[in-house]
């Protein structure tokens, strides 16, 4: 348990002398209170008179991850000695002969204490908390801006949707009147008809029945020439009857009328094709805030790097070994390499091959991945089996899983050239433009040096926790900080004529290969001091590429030449 996380801390001298006190004070390095007599006593000690004691209150106003920090490795009980940046984690030299023998970059923390305090570091860090602050109170704005909208657009579309059924139930009120009228009118047209017929029949009626009573009457009471004539005549009122009863059809009250009600299609789709009275949908257009900083290369970890504690005379190289990467079906061109995690070595056979090549440290095949029509340009190593591949003229970064032999991504850039892993971000220098961060959580790029002079097919890249290096216009170094910094440039066509590859090790001391010169350069941390380290004798003018691990030095030859060197 922290300290912090009790009322009451005791004083460890007094308690380990089985007497309770009441601490004043705490001493992080021996991570323990102290009462004020013990601290007088802890602070003329030579063993702990550099510690730095703070009050037991401004202890515990610390949080309380911070409280939690050991001072010793758990696992050895021995003191942090070094810090390794690829595993981000505190080493004791125990830590170091078990699990970092193969990690670069480390340095001691006691360098790193000294600065860590430094007002540069936390500034940045106030200024990057300060930032984040506030674009989040414009962001929160913003949004309760966007709400009170919502609200309004909210009501509006009440309103919109009350008064389009009102117009609706209107409309279909005047439909309504306007097709009953048409009924009623309909109706009583056919009425007339049928009635006006009726009427016709029955005046024939009566004339039937006056013309069968005089029939009658003739036929019983009339005298024999009155029966005669009087048929004759009865005869002839009766066929005109028949013509008339005949003709009866004719009239239109005689047709079977029917009133039949069609509601138009248009009408009958509400209740069939009209699902909906509308939708209500949701439309999103590009925020007018934008999420930025001062400087987006604050998104890079801020991280001390002790000053270099070699001299560039004390460094030394001896011949390894070599071996030659794997031939493909056509003539090797090999342009860029990394070294895995396990010290497998990838190679890009760039022009005629168009694949990727897998080696182990003794030049064996591991695997072969093939990446036709396109040209691998320039290799880094993500992990133990990723990697990130540019490419020479299709202008995209290929992300690759070797295992699966997948590319599982490809991000469009400019004419991008060397590149280089750092952090979850890829660098990488591209034509005409500068040098480009490009962040893998979220693929957001951005520029990190803008260097328009980059015009060198050949132009390399490389960096440790605090800088990047690279080479531009043939015969040109270049260094500069995480932050875009300038810190120096070297140009000497004497020493380094047509400079490609570069490295760095773990004292921040820079290797390029020149290829004019046939040799590799050795330049100090700070860029003032050469030497040539590997000379004509091992490399040739088609020597291209470089890296560093594990104090080995490889040069790789664009024929396909791996030649492995010792740093002493």
């Not at 328009?452 to 440790?464: L, P, Q, V």
Request: a negative charge.
């Amino acid at each position: 348990m922290a300290a912090s996380d009790v009322d009451v801390i005791l004083c460890g001298i007094c308690d380990a002398q089985h007497v309770s006190h009441v601490a004043d004070y705490w001493c992080p390095e021996c991570d323990e209170g102290l009462c004020s007599p013990c601290k007088n006593y802890h602070g003329v000690s030579k063993a702990s008179r550099q510690h730095g004691i703070i009050s037991i209150d401004d202890y515990k106003k610390l949080p309380a991850e911070i409280c939690k920090i050991e001072q010793n490795c758990t696992e050895h009980d021995k003191k942090f000695q070094m810090f390794c940046p690829r595993h981000d984690k505190l080493c004791c030299i125990m830590c170091i002969s078990e699990k970092h023998k193969e990690c670069t970059g480390m340095f001691l923390i006691d360098e790193a204490i000294k600065s860590s305090r430094s007002s540069t570091l936390f500034d940045s860090l106030e200024k990057s908390l300060k930032e984040i602050k506030e674009n989040l109170e414009r962001v929160v704005k913003d949004r309760e801006a966007n709400l009170v909208v919502i609200k309004q657009q909210h009501l509006r579309s009440l309103n919109d949707i009350k008064d389009t059924k009102q117009k609706i139930n209107s409309r279909l009120d005047e439909l309504e009147k306007h097709i009953l009228d048409n009924l009623n009118i309909t109706k009583e047209e056919v009425k007339l008809k049928i009635n006006t017929l009726l009427n016709k029949l029955s005046e024939k009626m009566k004339t039937i029945e006056l013309l069968k009573a005089n029939l009658m009457i003739v036929k019983e009471h009339g005298s024999d020439l009155q029966a005669f004539v009087g048929s004759k005549m009865l005869e002839k009122d009766i066929n005109k009857e028949l013509n008339n009863i005949q003709n009866i059809s004719e009239d239109e009250g005689f047709s079977q009328l029917r009133l039949k009600c069609n509601i138009d299609d248009k009408i009958k789709d509400i209740l069939s094709e009209v699902t909906a009275f509308g939708s209500i949908t949701i439309e999103k257009s590009q925020s007018s805030i934008v999420i930025g900083f001062e400087q987006e290369k604050q998104a890079q970890i801020f991280s001390v790097v002790p000053p270099s504690t070699r001299l560039i005379d004390d460094i030394t190289v001896s011949p390894s070994g070599n071996f030659k990467v794997p031939a493909g079906k056509r003539d090797t061109y090999i342009t860029g390499s990394s070294v895995f995690p396990d010290g497998r070595m990838i190679f890009s056979d760039c022009f005629d091959n168009n694949r990727l090549v897998v080696a182990y440290i003794d030049g064996t095949l591991d695997t072969e991945i093939p990446l036709s029509p396109l040209y691998p340009f320039d290799v880094t190593c993500i992990d133990d089996k990723t990697v990130a591949v540019t490419t020479f003229s299709d202008n995209k970064i290929l992300i690759v899983d070797t295992k699966t032999k997948h590319v599982s991504n490809t991000i469009k850039t400019g004419s991008c050239r060397g590149i280089t892993y750092r952090q979850g971000q890829l660098l990488y220098c591209e034509k005409r433009n500068g040098i480009i961060a490009l962040q893998l959580s979220n693929y957001k790029v951005f520029t990190l040096v803008k260097d328009d002079t980059i015009h060198s097919d050949w132009s390399y890249i490389t960096a440790t926790e605090a800088n990047l290096y690279y080479t531009s216009e043939a015969d040109t170094v270049k260094c500069y900080s995480l932050k875009g910094d300038k810190l120096w440039e070297y140009k000497n066509d004497s020493i380094m004529r047509d400079a490609t590859g570069i490295a760095v090790d773990q004292w921040a001391m820079i290797y390029v290969t020149s290829k004019k010169n046939k040799c590799v350069v050795l330049l100090s941390s700070d860029g003032k001091h050469e030497r040539t380290m590997v000379t004509e004798k091992e490399v040739t003018e088609n020597s291209l590429v470089v890296n560093i691990r594990s104090n080995k030095l490889t040069v790789v030859n664009y024929n396909g030449n791996v030649l492995q060197f010792n740093i002493e």
